[in-house]
């Protein structure tokens, strides 16, 4: 029994190294493997088949079926440009210029990585839909308020939820084998705060 | 002294087994989310496709679908036969990516490879013994399961009816069948 007792509690120890290593790795690999551009990160070979296991298993954890380049490029935000966390109590307007691809899109999600509700069932612009500017650029506002109605200045507004922070996906199709040599430097879409809930 | 290396020997043989267990996580955990994708979704349909419609809040196979694309997915299991899957191919963005039991996307065809309005591929098992294919695509998989998902591009909505069409256009069969 005592010998028992014994191997169960190397077992408990040998569980525990391994979930403290697990943790670490999660916390450490994010900011070794992804690229960052400005407020985006992106994972420069998410579905590729010589991608490292860590890749392979962070890509498995967020979305599965990852394409290998140069078929998409993912990139995606949790921050605004002033490194805060997007939040439904304040309003955002992205501001961008025509990304050279196939298409593009712009989606936002919850914190849970799903689409948010809403009554209009919109949940992502893209370079068909998106409403370009005299200049040819695009802006997109987020919302959780509809006192922030006002404020829009732009037929491109999507909902996000109030109280609770979102993150957007940016979504870039065939931008050409060049571009993924350039995933750092390459002109992206800004979000900056518009304002808050007083 | 002895009770000393005894204890330093006993930590690192925990440190180690603990590192060993970690490695089989990172590594086989990409294979439980496919084997979990299969379960949920293709565990009565394997060679068989399903459809997507449109995505939406509700939506929850996956984690970050693209409401921008309307898709289909063939669980394929080419164990003891090919996989023959056919299609046909819209003028606009259509993509049939391949998916490995470990997740890896290891192919992709899309509109711009393809010259013809419909396409055909032939799915290989890791023990298939290659024959000459002279009407359509050869994709080894390097693994006997896995996944195609098609991808098409939603835009702006305008040929919706033409994507839902291609959708119905789509076989994915045991060549044996």
Redesign the interface.
């Given at each position: 029994m005592i010998f028992a007792r014994k191997y169960l509690l190397?077992l408990i120890?040998?569980?525990?190294?391994?979930?403290?290593?697990?943790f670490i790795?999660a916390k450490i690999y994010p900011k070794i493997a992804f690229v960052k551009n400005d407020i985006w990160t992106i994972l420069p070979s998410p579905?590729?088949?010589d991608?490292n296991?860590?890749t392979?298993?962070a890509?498995?954890?967020?979305?599965?079926?990852?394409?290998?380049k140069p078929?998409q490029a993912y990139y995606q935000t949790e921050i605004d440009i002033e490194d805060q966390p997007l939040n439904g109590n304040c309003l955002y307007k992205l501001s961008g210029e025509d990304i050279d691809s196939?298409?593009w899109?712009i989606?936002a999600?919850a914190n849970d990585?799903?689409?948010?509700?809403?009554t209009e069932?919109l949940?992502?612009y893209?370079s068909?839909?998106v409403n370009f500017n005299a200049n040819g650029g695009f802006e997109i506002y987020f919302l959780g308020n509809n006192d922030f109605i006002t404020d829009v200045s732009s037929e491109n507004w999507l909902r996000v939820n109030q109280d609770e922070n979102f993150n957007i996906?940016l979504?870039i199709?065939y931008p050409g084998e060049e571009f993924f040599s350039n995933l750092k430097r390459v002109n992206l879409p800004i979000v900056e705060k518009v304002k808050c809930i007083e | 002294m002895y009770r000393m290396r005894s204890l330093i020997n006993k930590i690192f043989i925990l440190l180690v087994l603990g590192t060993i267990v970690h490695l089989a996580f990172i590594i086989y955990f990409p294979t439980y989310m496919m084997w979990k994708f299969d379960r949920d979704i293709a565990s009565t349909s394997v060679n068989k496709i399903i459809h997507s419609d449109k995505v939406d809040s509700n939506s929850r196979t996956v984690i970050r679908p693209s409401p921008d694309l309307l898709y289909s997915v063939c669980a394929y299991d080419a164990t003891y036969s090919p996989v023959v899957i056919t299609s046909k191919v819209l003028d606009s963005y259509w993509a049939m990516s391949f998916y490995a039991s470990n997740s890896d996307n290891y192919a992709i065809i899309n509109d711009l490879d393809i010259a013809d309005d419909d396409v055909k591929v032939y799915l290989f098992g890791p023990n298939s013994k290659p024959t000459k294919i002279t009407d359509g695509y050869a994709i080894f998989s390097p693994s006997n399961k896995g996944a195609m998902l098609i991808r098409r591009f939603l835009g702006n909505e305008s040929n919706i009816d033409e994507l839902y069409e291609n959708q119905e256009t789509l076989t994915c069969d045991s060549l044996d069948n």
């Open positions: 190397y120890i040998i569980l525990l190294i391994a979930a403290l290593e697990t790795a579905g590729d088949p991608r296991i860590y392979r298993a890509v498995a954890a967020v979305g599965t079926f990852a394409s290998k078929e196939r298409w899109s989606t999600y990585g799903f689409l948010i509700e809403n069932k949940y992502s893209n068909e839909t996906s979504r199709y | -």
